[in-house]
């Protein structure tokens, strides 16, 4: 009997977006789907407030911590750390185009030095019991070749790591931005779906341009799973229903204003902790898309994000989750 794979449906990391709020928020609508952090440096955990960066809600599992780096001991060191903050997973960041990312030696520039790759995950791997994945792309720069991919994977594989999820475009270091590198370098599933095949008993986690359930269905047939980003966290409702229907249990579909209501509360909560209002109701802007009244929602919340006074009678006001005619009387 075969058995659904961890990895089965995914939330990549995104910086400044995936941040400890967010994932809160997805957890009211998914239990399943498998969440991962911002990218946190390795010199981050090493030097600075560890606390601060690794913290997270118990809901939140399965969740990855992803790093940055290229030292392999630093690597040990914050992978070690996580492992006592009991994330489920390390994640080794060789995909991030950022050019202030490739200037730290790590992200995508990774791929043009597979021995190292290896060397961390390999120093990973000695020190943490939980899985140590990677992230990475099809390609860099020249680096393009079919060859040079399967030499990468052999490298890690022989490290220790059986988990890859690979975002199915190239990453040009120069000439694109990051947003660019996520949309102009042409998509070629076709690629990991090739790897799938030539390393059968590594698990292959699918990224990029994923926006429909129907996609989802298609890659799963050739792929171990599937990881979204843009959708997630500009739609977050398009995981409601998941986890019955890609892992058989869980929460069932459930509604936008059940969710916002629950965090509502949670920032209710937050606030009184100190948390900055931004920093929460940022992550309420996907809601609603689509519905009457949508637009002033958006507006509503922007506004209430500026004053601490209107966001106590805004966060008080149970109306505004039964019906989105209730926003304009806020």
């Known amino acids: 009997m075969s058995t659904i794979s961890p990895w089965r449906l995914c939330v990549a990391p995104m910086m400044e977006w995936t941040d400890r709020h967010f994932r809160w928020l997805l957890r009211q609508i998914t239990q399943q789907a498998r969440l991962y952090t911002e990218m946190v440096t390795a010199m981050a955990i090493r030097h600075g407030d560890v606390e601060r960066l690794l913290a997270f809600s118990p809901c939140e599992h399965p969740i990855a911590l992803q790093l940055g780096g290229s030292d392999p001991a630093l690597l040990a060191f914050a992978a070690r750390a996580g492992e006592a903050y009991h994330y489920d997973e390390i994640n080794l960041n060789v995909g991030c185009p950022s050019p202030r990312v490739s200037s730290g030696r790590f992200g995508a520039c990774l791929m043009k030095e597979p021995s190292l790759v290896a060397e961390c995950v390999q120093a990973m791997r000695e020190v943490v019991a939980i899985p140590v994945t990677v992230k990475t792309r099809i390609g860099v720069d020249d680096i393009d070749s079919y060859d040079a991919l399967t030499h ?28 660019e590198n996520r949309e102009i370098p042409p998509i070629q599933y076709d690629t990991v779906y090739r790897l799938k095949q030539d390393f059968p008993e590594m698990t292959f986690v699918l990224n990029g341009g994923i926006q429909t359930h129907a996609a989802v269905e298609q890659h799963l047939i050739q792929v171990d799973g ?23 249990e869980g929460l069932a579909a459930i509604t936008d204003p059940m969710v916002v209501q629950a965090y509502l509360d ?13 920093a929460m109701s940022k992550h309420l802007m996907g809601f609603f898309q689509g519905v009457p009244g949508a637009r002033e929602w958006r507006r509503k919340v922007g506004e209430k994000a500026k004053t601490p006074a209107d966001w106590q009678k805004f966060l008080g006001s149970v109306d505004i989750c039964q019906s989105l005619r209730c926003v304009n009387d806020l």
């Open 266 to 278: 949670y920032m209710h909560e937050q606030l009184g902790l100190g948390v900055p209002l931004r």
């Open 152 to 179: 990468l994977m052999e490298r890690i594989q022989h490290a220790g790591c059986d988990v890859v999820i690979v975002h199915a475009r190239k990453a040009w270091l120069q000439g694109l931005s990051p947003k």
């Open 226 to 248: 599937v990881m979204l980003g843009r959708v997630a966290y500009a739609k977050p409702m398009w995981f409601s229903g998941v986890d019955r229907l890609w892992f058989g």
